[in-house]
């Protein structure tokens, strides 16, 4: 049975620092698209940064964030500075079942069912 476990979400001031974690297990996915979404209350979810072969972020979070993985670990990380308000969400661990997936698949389509998910760690930016 495969499962994502994030950690490392939190209370922090505007301008800190948080680092996310996300262990999983069951399979690995070293060929696979690993990433991370969020969802605010009353919001869509919506796509933060995803890892194969490259880099991948959206606009509101880059140059700030920083996704990496582990590969022998089976493990994402986002680390994220600077951090604002507006970046306080449930933040959601995904790996897509498919080495077909691409990073653009992340971007364009939040909701698929082509993706294992983190049951979500929560962020959380003071002002």
């Known amino acids: 049975q495969v499962q994502l476990v994030e950690s490392g979400g939190g209370l922090v001031q505007a301008g800190g620092s948080l680092r996310l974690s996300c262990a999983a297990s069951?399979?690995?996915?070293?060929?696979?698209?690993m990433g991370w979404f969020r969802q605010a209350p009353g919001k869509e979810r919506e796509f933060v940064a995803a890892?194969?072969?490259?880099?991948y972020y959206s606009d509101s979070v880059k140059g700030r964030f920083t996704i990496s993985r582990d590969n022998a670990k089976n493990t994402v990380y986002l680390q994220m500075n600077s951090l604002k308000p507006e970046d306080t969400a449930v933040y959601y661990c995904?790996?897509?079942?498919?080495?077909?997936?691409?990073?653009?698949?992340?971007?364009?389509?939040?909701?698929?069912?082509?993706?294992?998910w983190g049951q979500g760690t929560q962020v959380t930016v003071s002002s």
């Open positions: 995904a790996a897509s079942r498919y080495t077909t997936v691409q990073p653009v698949d992340f971007m364009t389509r939040p909701n698929s069912r082509d993706y294992y």
């Open positions: 890892i194969k072969g490259g880099t």
């Open positions: 069951g399979r690995t996915f070293s060929y696979n698209v």
